[in-house]
C-alpha cells in the first residue's frame, strides 16, 4: 500500500542552496498533511504541518496542492544542521475504516561545506 | 513538553523468546502508536490504539500483539521472536486521532533477535 510516495534522494547541495523535495499521495480524501525531520539515529520530529494556503517558517515553505495530490518543501539558504532526512506524513485510509497517519519512506539531504 | 518515553534503547533477544517493548507517553494523549523502522521501508505501522482498551491493526500486525491497559502506557508484545523481527521499534503518541495532528515520538528501541 503505497500511499505516499517520496524521491528517497540523497540530495546533496552546497552550503546556501536553495532545496526542494515532493511527496505525493494518493487519497483524495486525506486531510492532514505534515513534514517530519529525522536526524541519524534519533526519532523524527515535526518540522512543520501543511495548510492549505500554504505556510512559512523561516526558511522553509510548505505548500499543498490538492488538485495533483502533492506536497512540497522549499529549504533556502540550507545550512549543514539541515542535513537529514525530510518524512511526508499524510494521513490515510485503511481497510477496516480509521484513519491512520502514513508516512513516505523520507528524503535524505546532505548540505555540504 | 511532551515526553515519551520507551523501556530500552537496546535489547538483545534469541529467536523464540516473548518480548515486551514498553512505552509511556506524559501527556494524557489518547491515541497510541507502534512503527517500526528499516532501511529504504520507512516507518510501518504495526498497531494503534485511540482508546484505552481499544486496540486496532496497522499495516504490519503479523507476528505482533500490544496491550493498552491505561491511557499513558502501550506495550508492543512479539510472541515468539524471529530474527526478521530485528528492527528499530518507535512508539508515538497524539492528542487527536485518525493522523490528524503532530504525533510524538519516543527514543525508540534497537532490537536485534538473534
Known amino acids: 500500500r503505497k500511499e505516499v510516495e517520496q524521491d528517497p534522494g540523497p540530495f546533496n547541495v552546497p552550503e546556501g542552496a536553495t532545496v526542494a523535495f515532493n511527496c505525493t499521495y494518493s487519497n483524495s480524501a486525506s486531510q492532514s498533511f505534515f513534514w517530519y525531520r529525522q536526524d541519524c539515529r534519533k526519532e523524527p520530529k515535526l518540522l512543520m504541518s501543511?495548510?492549505?494556503s500554504g505556510n512559512e517558517d523561516g526558511r522553509f515553505t510548505a505548500q499543498l496542492n490538492r488538485a495533483s495530490q502533492y506536497i512540497s518543501l522549499l529549504i533556502r539558504d540550507s545550512k549543514l544542521s539541515d542535513s537529514a532526512t525530510y518524512l511526508c506524513?499524510?494521513?490515510?485510509?485503511?481497510?477496516?475504516?480509521?484513519?491512520?497517519?502514513?508516512f513516505g519512506r523520507g528524503t535524505s539531504l546532505i548540505v555540504h561545506p | 513538553d511532551v515526553k515519551v518515553t520507551q523501556s530500552s534503547r537496546y535489547l538483545v533477544k534469541r529467536t523464540g523468546e516473548k518480548v515486551f517493548l514498553e512505552c509511556v507517553q506524559d501527556m494524557d494523549h489518547e491515541n497510541m502508536f507502534w512503527y517500526r523502522q528499516d532501511p529504504g521501508l520507512g516507518l510501518r505501522l504495526i498497531y494503534f490504539s485511540y482508546d484505552v482498551k481499544m486496540k486496532e491493526k496497522g499495516d504490519i500486525p503479523e507476528g505482533y500483539s500490544v496491550s493498552r491497559e491505561k491511557k499513558e502506557r502501550f506495550s508492543l508484545i512479539l510472541e515468539s521472536a524471529s530474527t526478521n523481527q530485528t528492527s528499530m521499534y518507535l512508539c508515538?503518541?497524539?492528542?487527536?486521532?485518525?493522523?490528524?495532528?503532530?504525533?510524538?515520538f519516543g527514543p525508540g528501541t534497537r532490537l536485534t533477535v538473534l
Open positions: 508515538a503518541s497524539s492528542l487527536l486521532a485518525g493522523g490528524l495532528d503532530t504525533q510524538y
Open positions: 506524513v499524510v494521513n490515510g485510509l485503511l481497510s477496516g475504516g480509521s484513519y491512520i497517519p502514513t
Open positions: 501543511v495548510y492549505s
